[in-house]
């Protein structure tokens, strides 16, 4: 099930895979719509909140998210762009240590 309900968040979705060469007005909105969403996708499993993380990956690409406040769990913008309902395990707890992710999980 998709977590896009309407045009506006279909227009919103496609703006977060490119949220970088956003103007920062148009950033700002596109965060805050991202803020919004967050509570239609998957639940930290330990309940904690998420924040946002940006970080360059190793294969020179952007990876920017969510990570819960306690590290272990991740959502990707390109996760909230497809308006997929699913997290991501880090079992480093670290965003930038691309090898100890773990998934998706979809729910």
Known sequence: ???????????????????????PREKTATLN???EQLPKTSKCPEKWDWVRREAMGPDGKEVNGYQCEKGGHAITDGSLAEGKDCVFGLRTQKWSDWKAWEGPYYY
């Open 1 to 23: 099930k998709s977590i896009l309900e309407n045009e506006n968040d279909v227009v919103m979705a496609t703006k977060m895979m490119s949220l970088m060469d956003l103007d």
């Open 33 to 35: 719509w991202a803020t």
